[in-house]
């Protein structure tokens, strides 16, 4: 019997990923392995949507998987998961990048501190290990993200958390865009869709 498509993207998310190497990846990828994929995709799926880059996406961010060298005694929260094509494929080269406001709901905006890229794994993955953001403002918690197949154009979006108290609020928010998140609540999983290729 064919295996489901789901039951494939479990066991490789339950694989030692090459894109992380930090001692605590393997034991976080098992823990994002349970969850639900968001969204799910079984055979065909529609694209993630696009939400603004907004005002504080800056170039040129360091390739770097972990974000908490100088993360201090901030809550850490590790985000994992794939990038696919619209028929549940993995996209491997694809460059994700994360920025994101601090404990304090502010971003850096003269340097790269919670700001990084890297490339997807041959299955697709991607992975980062950084803080708990902060809302901000008018805005709920999210995380800012740009997508790129290694041709292709890039999406921009943000991921939510799916029981913030601002969520309603924020005009910006998608429920579509909510990450899975494990039982202790310190890890999310999300998973890109890109419209485009064969």
Not at 88 to 101: D, F, K
Not at 182 to 195: H, M, Q
Request: hydrophobic share 35%.
């Amino acid at each position: 019997m064919k295996p489901r498509r789901r039951s494939v993207l479990r066991s490789l998310l339950a694989a030692p990923p090459a894109i992380v190497v930090a001692g605590s990846s393997t034991h976080v990828w098992a823990q994002v392995s349970e969850l639900a994929p968001t969204p799910a995709c079984e055979s065909v799926a529609q694209p993630t949507i696009r939400q603004t880059e907004g005002p504080f996406f800056r170039p040129n961010s360091p390739r770097r998987s972990d974000l908490t060298g100088d993360g201090g005694p901030q809550q850490r929260f590790s985000l994992r998961g794939f990038v696919l094509d619209t028929r549940c494929r993995p996209v491997p080269g694809a460059m994700v990048e994360i920025w994101h406001a601090d404990e304090r709901g502010e971003y850096d905006n003269s340097g790269y501190r919670w700001r990084a890229h890297q490339f997807a794994d041959e299955a697709g993955r991607w992975g980062f290990d950084t803080i708990l953001t902060q809302h901000y403002s008018f805005r709920t918690a999210h995380y800012h993200f740009r997508v790129q197949r290694p041709v292709g154009e890039v999406l921009a979006t943000q991921l939510y958390f799916p029981d913030h108290p601002r969520n309603s609020r924020d005009r910006l928010f998608d429920p579509r865009l909510v990450m899975s998140l494990s039982d202790d609540r310190s890890a999310g999983r999300f998973d890109f869709i890109l419209a485009g290729g064969q």
